[in-house]
């Protein structure tokens, strides 16, 4: 059983930048995603890395803010968000595949789930 932590979410002024992390034993084997969810509104993908950090996806509301990236050595991944919206509100969940590759698709493409960080940004 794999065990997800996330760690780095908080209040932030629009503009301003977090990065989360997602930590877990064994971490390496994985391809890794990070999901998003605000009240009222369905689970969205927002960035994804392979299992070797050599491919990364990212949804085109975030691409050119959000940069995703592992050190497998740490077995973390983490997710750099600069320039934030209040839009990217949301819980953020880390989420990991049994897989080389990653998708940007949630639900059952991933096996393990984290319990999500909070970000809300916000003047």
């Known amino acids: 059983q794999l065990q997800l932590v996330e760690s780095g979410g908080g209040l932030v002024q629009p503009g301003g930048s977090l990065r989360l992390s997602c930590a877990a034993s064994g971490l390496d084997y994985y391809a890794i995603g990070w999901f998003r969810q605000a009240p009222g509104k369905e689970r969205e993908g927002v960035s994804c890395i392979s299992r070797s950090g050599g491919s990364t996806n990212h949804a085109d509301s975030v691409k050119g803010r959000f940069t995703i990236s592992r050190d497998n050595a740490k077995n973390t991944v983490y997710l750099q968000m600069n320039n934030l919206k209040p839009e990217d509100t949301a819980n953020y969940y880390c989420?990991?595949?049994?897989?080389?590759?990653?998708?940007?698709?949630?639900?059952?493409?991933?096996?393990?789930w984290g319990q999500g960080t909070q970000v809300t940004v916000s003047s």
């Open positions: 989420a990991a595949r049994r897989a080389s590759l990653c998708t940007l698709k949630g639900g059952l493409e991933y096996d393990y």
